[in-house]
């Protein structure tokens, strides 16, 4: 084939730009350049730290201390120091694991899911998101790990090492699946997260002024230099990674809901878990990524990045997970009563209306009710409004595992073991301590790699298509 | 001196994608351009095949795959048999989940090495990140057409001219 062939229309045809009507609104606003999207980027890592930057680091930290002083002092005298106890032998601790799990599913939905249904306006969030997975993955890990008790004997029953009789872990076992699950995951979350980053900090090499920052960038950017033949291979395997990343993600939190749906136990032992958990983890997560978003779209000037539709469009995910999620809340209400076991129905009266009834009612309406405030586009893009039903969600989402934990094991089979629990301080500073590792790993990422995917959002914009006249296009008949 | 190839600067990617046809067409082989992001289009006009990622994802994903299976087996059906609630020693579905995650580890492995493997990756040093010009503009906001010396249709003078007639302000030769 050659070049005249595929110039086969004249050059006197000019291409006019798409009728305004008709042009969708843009992802980038004010027609930024290209240069200009890196300059902005790129400056948030540059130059000196924004005036709130340092403080909120030190809130963070001081935070992250003081579940490391939790944790030691947990170590030191035993699980004890925890409110739970039989019958209640899973409490905060699963409920924090599958809560910090959950937020990490919206990262990987929209990098890898959207990216597989070329959702352009992923590529504003999908780096931001992403290391929410990956923060969110390191906090969820704590949880179980430090439940056990012993924990230095983690090593014997983590990674499939026979013990001291020689018996291998037993791999019938939710659980064991649960630690195949959610290290895959989180090794697969950073794969995929730092292929998205080596062009960026190919940038952020060439940038660089210090030499310092120049080796360091360049060392991690592995001698990137936007070869086209090099982007041929990188966009095949960052496609083949979405399309990995999107069975995993749905595989993970199925797995997780394993550990509940394939024990005995009224409240646990449904079919549903499955897709209800994936539907409540992606609601959970996009709830976080809004929460972060918000206030960092303002404070680091990124409006015309993460655009007003961004948020919107979000939005609407919320709308859409938090509907399924209220569905599935009806019908495991429907099947404990069709199914005609009196103690699951049993079970589930007692979460609605027994003695923790209050979490049930917290869980409902700031899962099932505070989503559908979205229907209205008015709230939709009222960001003050949606960053406070984000706050909800994320509040909701929690207490939703906290019910179906603890109010499905504290009335065991014989009535005689019935209990109540309650956390002790110690629950309550591990869990607030574990938004301070959140947050300390989300805080130094954004000052330190670019928070936005550079060149994926120079991608989308009209500047970067070859057929459009402000990518270049002169005239017509080009393939 | 030794050189290491001559450079275009392209101020947008319709330029750069024009630019990348003529050369294809002119036979060259030892050239590439590079841009600030994949720009869609380049890979026909520079006449690229399709990527071959794709067999070390599935070369990993068959390695996982076994390897979990196996790995079940020998360990709860073999090498120490734990008899559990009358279940059988060996099935394909319990085994399935940890096989499954397995799976999805090793192909992510191998697609990123395939890509490595592919791109020559990773490399600290490279003749053309020495170019200030280079540095400012490929990651930035420019379209670089760079046409190595080692190219046997390479002629300093014509290759010169081709890249002046695509369109190129600024031809520049690199030194290595």
């Given at each position: 084939?050659?070049?005249?062939?595929?110039h086969?229309?004249?050059?006197?045809v000019?291409?006019?730009?798409?009728?305004?009507?008709?042009?969708?609104?843009?992802?980038?606003?004010?027609n930024?350049?290209?240069?200009?999207?890196?300059?902005h980027?790129?400056?948030?890592?540059?130059?000196?730290?924004?005036?709130?930057?340092l403080?909120?680091l030190?809130?963070?930290?001081?935070?992250?201390?003081?579940?490391?002083?939790?944790?030691?002092?947990?170590?030191?005298?035993?699980?004890?120091?925890?409110?739970?106890?039989?019958?209640?032998?899973?409490a905060?601790?699963?409920?924090?694991?599958?809560?910090?799990?959950?937020?990490?599913?919206?990262g990987?939905?929209?990098?890898?899911?959207?990216?597989?249904?070329?959702?352009?306006?992923?590529?504003?969030v999908?780096?931001?998101?992403?290391?929410?997975?990956?923060?969110?993955?390191?906090?969820?890990?704590?949880f179980?790990?430090?439940?056990v008790?012993?924990?230095?004997?983690?090593?014997?029953?983590?990674?499939?090492?026979?013990?001291?009789?020689?018996?291998?872990?037993?791999?019938?076992?939710?659980?064991?699946?649960?630690?195949?699950?959610?290290?895959?995951?989180?090794t697969?979350?950073?794969?995929?997260?730092?292929?998205?980053?080596?062009?960026?900090?190919?940038?952020?090499?060439?940038?660089?002024?210090?030499?310092v920052?120049?080796?360091l960038?360049?060392f991690?950017?592995?001698?990137?230099?936007?070869?086209?033949?090099?982007?041929?291979n990188?966009?095949?395997?960052?496609l083949?990674?979405?399309?990995?990343?999107?069975?995993?993600?749905?595989s993970?939190?199925?797995?997780?809901?394993?550990?509940?749906?394939?024990?005995?136990l009224?409240?646990?032992?449904?079919?549903?878990?499955?897709?209800?958990?994936?539907a409540?983890?992606?609601?959970?997560?996009f709830g976080m990524?809004?929460?972060?978003?918000?206030?960092?779209?303002?404070?680091?000037?990124l409006?015309?990045?993460?655009?007003v539709r961004?948020?919107e469009?979000?939005c609407?995910?919320?709308?859409?997970?938090g509907?399924i999620v209220g569905?599935?809340?009806?019908m495991?209400?429907?099947?404990?009563?069709?199914?005609?076991?009196p103690?699951e129905?049993?079970?589930?009266?007692?979460r609605a209306?027994?003695?923790?009834?209050?979490?049930?009612?917290?869980?409902?309406?700031?899962?099932?009710?505070?989503?559908?405030?979205?229907?209205?586009?008015?709230?939709?893009?009222?960001?003050?409004?949606?960053?406070?039903?984000?706050?909800?969600v994320?509040?909701?989402?929690?207490?939703?595992?906290?019910?179906?934990i603890?109010?499905?094991?504290?009335?065991?089979?014989?009535?005689?073991?019935?209990?109540y629990?309650?956390?002790?301080?110690?629950?309550?500073?591990?869990?607030?301590?574990?938004?301070?590792?959140?947050?300390?790993?989300?805080?130094l990422?954004?000052?330190?790699?670019?928070?936005?995917?550079?060149?994926?959002v120079?991608?989308?914009?009209?500047?970067?298509?070859a057929?459009?006249?402000?990518?270049?296009a002169?005239?017509?008949?080009?393939? | 001196?030794?050189?290491?190839?001559?450079?275009?600067?392209?101020?947008?990617?319709a330029?750069?994608?024009?630019?990348?046809?003529k050369?294809?067409?002119?036979?060259y082989?030892?050239?590439d351009?590079h841009?600030p992001f994949?720009?869609?289009?380049?890979?026909?006009?520079?006449?690229?095949?399709n990527?071959?990622?794709?067999?070390?994802?599935?070369?990993?994903?068959?390695?996982?795959?076994?390897?979990?299976?196996?790995?079940?087996w020998?360990?709860?059906?073999?090498?120490?048999k734990?008899?559990?609630?009358?279940?059988?020693?060996?099935s394909?579905?319990?085994?399935?989940?940890?096989?499954?995650?397995?799976?999805?580890?090793?192909?992510?492995?191998?697609s990123l090495i395939?890509?490595?493997?592919?791109?020559?990756?990773?490399?600290?040093?490279?003749?053309l990140?020495?170019?200030?010009?280079?540095c400012?503009?490929?990651?930035?906001?420019?379209?670089?057409?760079?046409i190595?010396?080692?190219?046997?249709?390479?002629?300093?003078?014509?290759?010169?001219?081709?890249?002046?007639?695509?369109?190129?302000?600024?031809?520049?030769?690199v030194?290595?």
């Amino acid at each position: 084939m050659s070049a005249a062939a595929e110039h086969s229309v004249p050059s006197s045809v000019k291409i006019a730009p798409p009728p305004v009507e008709l042009e969708r609104q843009p992802l980038v606003l004010h027609n930024r350049s290209i240069g200009w999207i890196s300059d902005h980027i790129a400056g948030i890592c540059e130059g000196d730290a924004p005036k709130w930057w340092l403080p909120a680091l030190i809130f963070s930290v001081s935070l992250l201390t003081m579940m490391g002083a939790c944790i030691a002092y947990l170590i030191v005298s035993g699980v004890g120091v925890w409110g739970l106890n039989q019958p209640v032998a899973w409490a905060w601790d699963i409920t924090n694991f599958v809560f910090w799990i959950g937020i990490g599913h919206a990262g990987t939905l929209i990098s890898a899911i959207l990216f597989l249904l070329r959702q352009k306006w992923r590529t504003s969030v999908n780096r931001a998101a992403e290391a929410m997975t990956l923060f969110a993955v390191a906090c969820a890990g704590i949880f179980p790990l430090i439940h056990v008790g012993r924990i230095w004997y983690a090593l014997w029953w983590l990674p499939p090492i026979p013990n001291n009789y020689d018996i291998w872990p037993q791999f019938r076992s939710p659980l064991l699946w649960d630690v195949f699950a959610v290290s895959t995951y989180g090794t697969v979350s950073l794969l995929f997260w730092y292929t998205g980053l080596i062009p960026d900090l190919a940038t952020m090499r060439d940038r660089a002024t210090s030499k310092v920052k120049k080796f360091l960038y360049g060392f991690f950017a592995f001698g990137w230099t936007g070869s086209n033949r090099h982007w041929s291979n990188y966009e095949k395997a960052y496609l083949l990674l979405a399309g990995l990343s999107t069975p995993l993600v749905l595989s993970v939190h199925s797995i997780v809901s394993f550990d509940f749906a394939v024990s005995q136990l009224p409240g646990w032992h449904t079919t549903i878990f499955p897709p209800y958990f994936v539907a409540g983890a992606v609601f959970s997560g996009f709830g976080m990524v809004l929460t972060l978003l918000i206030p960092l779209r303002t404070l680091c000037k990124l409006e015309d990045i993460v655009t007003v539709r961004h948020v919107e469009l979000m939005c609407k995910v919320i709308l859409a997970t938090g509907s399924i999620v209220g569905y599935a809340y009806g019908m495991e209400f429907f099947i404990a009563w069709y199914g005609g076991n009196p103690y699951e129905l049993a079970a589930f009266k007692n979460r609605a209306f027994g003695p923790y009834w209050w979490s049930y009612w917290w869980m409902i309406s700031c899962n099932v009710i505070c989503p559908h405030l979205f229907w209205f586009k008015k709230l939709r893009e009222n960001m003050v409004f949606v960053f406070i039903v984000s706050i909800f969600v994320n509040i909701g989402m929690w207490f939703e595992r906290f019910v179906i934990i603890v109010t499905s094991l504290h009335r065991d089979y014989l009535p005689s073991s019935w209990g109540y629990f309650r956390p002790t301080w110690v629950d309550v500073c591990t869990f607030v301590g574990s938004f301070g590792l959140f947050m300390t790993l989300f805080l130094l990422f954004m000052r330190y790699l670019p928070m936005i995917a550079i060149s994926e959002v120079k991608g989308v914009t009209p500047q970067a298509d070859a057929h459009h006249p402000l990518g270049g296009a002169k005239h017509g008949g080009h393939h | 001196m030794n050189a290491y190839g001559l450079m275009a600067v392209f101020e947008t990617p319709a330029d750069a994608i024009h630019a990348a046809e003529k050369v294809r067409d002119a036979g060259y082989s030892k050239w590439d351009v590079h841009t600030p992001f994949p720009v869609h289009g380049m890979d026909a006009a520079m006449g690229l095949p399709n990527s071959k990622v794709g067999w070390f994802t599935f070369l990993g994903g068959v390695t996982g795959y076994t390897s979990g299976m196996l790995m079940i087996w020998w360990m709860n059906a073999y090498d120490y048999k734990i008899v559990i609630g009358g279940k059988p020693m060996f099935s394909p579905f319990f085994s399935f989940p940890v096989s499954y995650e397995l799976t999805i580890l090793l192909a992510s492995f191998g697609s990123l090495i395939g890509m490595f493997l592919l791109n020559r990756l990773p490399r600290l040093h490279h003749p053309l990140l020495k170019n200030r010009k280079f540095c400012a503009g490929a990651t930035h906001d420019k379209f670089i057409l760079v046409i190595e010396t080692a190219d046997p249709k390479f002629n300093d003078q014509e290759t010169r001219k081709l890249l002046a007639s695509a369109g190129s302000k600024h031809i520049e030769l690199v030194e290595d």
